[in-house]
């Protein structure tokens, strides 16, 4: 391992650059090529060789744009999908969950109407539900012999779930873009729209300043009240301010920080 050099790397993404590209829709090549560099990167640092290459050297890609699924998507959605199916909507929009957090969510997550979640890191948070989908689960519980809500057939977490959507997508003959996060930003921008703010719909502030990265739906919802309120530059400062002093608090707080 400690004979990898930085040519290596270059010429790995020199060699990934001249496979084919399979034809998918939505794809984005170029994040494709920036996951794949930076899983070598964790495995050679794995091993003490780091530092490879600069931030600027990685494949560059432009970040994906989430949008919310307006009423009349829902509609379609929900007027092919079973009863299973249409739990999975209303979980993924009723939770704002990501992907990989829903594989693992049990019914002992469940408290009232609060559902702990389990991100990566085995960190955790809390998120808030209706009652109707708290009721949902419940007595989903009371048919179920796994302790997870997605099961699979082996009472594991199912890992499946975007391809379920996306066959009730086919089913329904749909001419838009499905995706589990289009759900997740459907849910945060209702919660949005109807009053709920930023600091209730994204992580603790205080990681906005440090290290942690803000997904396509927190970026989109924060962009969206930025612009309501007259704010032009984005950084994660400025985010920050704005989901703990609101918009009117963090005018000072920003006019006299360079950094925002």
């Given at each position: 391992m400690e004979e990898v050099k930085k040519q290596d790397m270059l010429d790995f993404m020199g060699w990934m650059r001249k496979q084919p590209l399979p034809k998918?829709?939505?794809?984005?090549?170029?994040?494709?090529?920036?996951?794949?560099?930076?899983?070598?990167?964790?495995?050679?640092k794995e091993f003490g060789v780091s530092r490879?290459?600069?931030?600027?050297?990685?494949?560059?890609?432009?970040?994906?744009?989430?949008?919310?699924?307006?009423?009349?998507?829902?509609?379609?959605?929900?007027?092919?999908?079973?009863?299973?199916e249409r739990f999975l909507l209303d979980f993924f929009i009723g939770s704002?969950?990501?992907?990989?957090?829903?594989?693992?969510?049990?019914?002992?997550?469940l408290t009232g109407t609060t559902l702990t979640i389990r991100g990566k890191q085995h960190k955790t948070r809390t998120v808030g539900i209706?009652?109707?989908?708290?009721?949902?689960?419940?007595?989903?519980?009371?048919?179920?012999?796994?302790?997870?809500l997605f099961p699979n057939r082996y009472g594991r977490p199912d890992t499946h779930l975007l391809y379920k959507l996306q066959s009730?997508?086919?089913?329904?003959?749909?001419?838009?873009?499905?995706?589990?996060?289009?759900?997740?930003?459907?849910?945060?921008?209702?919660?949005?729209?109807?009053?709920?703010?930023?600091?209730?719909?994204?992580q603790p502030a205080e990681a906005l300043f440090r290290t942690r990265k803000l997904d396509a739906t927190e970026r989109s919802l924060i962009a969206s009240n930025m612009a309501r309120n007259g704010y032009e530059h984005y950084s994660r400062h400025t985010a920050a301010a704005i989901a703990?002093?609101?918009?009117?608090?963090?005018?000072?707080w920003i006019a006299a920080d360079p950094m925002c």
């Open positions: 998918r829709r939505h794809s984005n090549p170029n994040r494709t090529y920036n996951n794949k560099v930076s899983y070598v990167a964790i495995f050679l490879l290459l600069k931030k600027k050297e990685y494949p560059q890609y432009h970040k994906k744009k989430v949008v919310a699924h307006p009423e009349n998507e829902l509609s379609v959605l929900y007027g092919h999908a079973n009863e299973k704002m969950v990501r992907d990989h957090e829903a594989y693992g969510c049990c019914y002992s997550d209706s009652p109707r989908l708290a009721d949902a689960i419940n007595e989903r519980r009371k048919h179920s012999k796994s302790e997870y009730i997508a086919r089913r329904a003959e749909a001419k838009f873009h499905c995706e589990l996060h289009k759900l997740r930003k459907t849910g945060a921008s209702r919660r949005y729209l109807a009053g709920a703010s930023l600091m209730t719909l994204v703990i002093y609101g918009s009117e608090g963090a005018s000072n």
